[in-house]
Nanobody
Framework: QVQLVESGGGLVQPGGSLRLACAASGFTWDYYAIGWFRQAPGKEREGVSCISSSDGGTWYADAVKGRFTISRDNAKNTVYLQMNSLKPEDTAVYYC???????????????WGQGTQVTVSS
């Protein structure tokens, strides 16, 4: 059974940092990309970042380029999203998801986690 469990969300002041983690199990880790998405109240879900399983290639949404960094620890089957210089508009529920790289970037992932809340506020 595929499981994706997010952690690391919380309340942070503008300009602060958080690191989200997505622990994965139940599938062949090496074959799938892992992506991060977010959904703010009243808004559609949007892609944030994605990392390939094969070559470690990455994709970032323009809104987070230069501030967020995605990485993966294959020994721990975990993907991280380091978020720096956070802004109030980054407030959302953040989800991780898995599937083929291009599908994940397009928001068409095969499996999704339950999400973790990130709130950026003073």
């Amino acid at each position: 059974q595929v499981q994706l469990v997010e952690s690391g969300g919380g309340l942070v002041q503008p300009g602060g940092s958080l690191r989200l983690a997505c622990a994965a199990s139940g599938f062949t880790w090496d074959y799938y990309a892992i992506g991060w998405f977010r959904q703010a109240p009243g808004k559609e879900r949007e892609g944030v970042s994605c990392i390939s399983s094969s070559d470690g290639g990455t994709w970032y949404a323009d809104a987070v380029k230069g501030r967020f960094t995605i990485s993966r620890d294959n020994a721990k089957n975990t993907v991280y999203l380091q978020m720096n210089s956070l802004k109030p508009e980054d407030t959302a529920v953040y989800y991780c998801a898995t599937g083929p790289f291009r599908a994940v970037v397009a928001g068409l992932a095969d499996y999704w986690g339950q999400g973790t809340q990130v709130t950026v506020s003073s």
